[in-house]
């Protein structure tokens, strides 16, 4: 069966400081990756998809980066955090965007 | 592009009665319909989809969404909530096809049921 992994589950970081979300996906072969960013009230903001291996695509213009260094893994990145990047995280995978699974969430605080 | 509107940020509702929460989208092409529940601090569980055939679809704990098309709107209901069903609840469409299909994401329904 697919399974999802995010890590960490709790992230407090402090401003100007460097970022690095790992998600890796098992049992399935050439997925869709999205890094979302859940703010209060706002709902789930896609930040970033990959169709393959080094293809990112980005929605928002941001302080963050995405990577594709390989097929089941994605990692979402910041050379310098600002405190605008609070918020919780999440990665998901899909194929051919039928249905969406998700990790359990990177809650990032940066202070 | 696609946009997902969910009217109601908080639905509040005793044990045992009804609820519905709204979700109505907008899109240029045809799209598959999405149902996902949060609770607190976890990852987005898939509750139900539509991805064709008949237009009223069931999850395995009692909601029930139905899509109608004309009116495009594909709300949740549930005849009789329980305390557990307490959570946030996500509208999502996708555009059908393609390898690079995204999932848009309504801005949530948190739903409170109380005793």
């Known amino acids: 069966s697919q399974t999802i992994h995010q890590w960490p589950a709790t992230l407090v970081q402090p401003v100007g400081s460097p970022l690095s979300l790992e998600c890796t996906v098992e049992g399935t072969s050439n997925p869709n990756l999205y890094w979302y960013r859940q703010a209060a009230g706002r709902g789930l903001q896609l930040l970033f998809y990959s169709v393959g291996i080094g293809q990112i695509s980005s929605e928002v213009p941001q302080n963050l980066s995405a990577s594709r260094p390989q097929d089941r893994q994605f990692i979402l990145s910041s050379k310098k955090l600002l405190l605008s990047d609070s918020g919780f995280y999440l990665c998901?995978?899909?194929?051919?965007?039928?249905?969406?699974?998700f990790g359990q969430g990177t809650r990032l605080t940066v202070v | 592009a696609q946009s997902v509107t969910q009217l109601d940020s908080q639905v509040p509702v005793f044990e045992e009665a009804p609820v519905e929460l709204r979700c109505n989208y907008s899109s240029s092409v045809s799209v598959y319909l999405f149902w996902y529940v949060q609770y607190p601090n976890q990852g987005l569980q898939l509750l139900l989809k539509y991805l064709s055939g008949s237009t009223l679809v069931e999850s395995i704990n009692g909601f029930e969404a139905e899509f109608n098309k004309s009116q495009t709107s594909f709300h949740l209901r549930k005849p009789s909530v329980h305390i557990s069903d307490t959570a946030e609840y996500f509208c999502a469409v996708s555009d059908r096809g393609g390898t690079a299909s995204k999932l848009t994401f309504g801005t949530g329904t948190r739903l409170q049921v109380t005793l």
């Open positions: 998901a995978w899909s194929v051919l965007g039928v249905e969406a699974f």
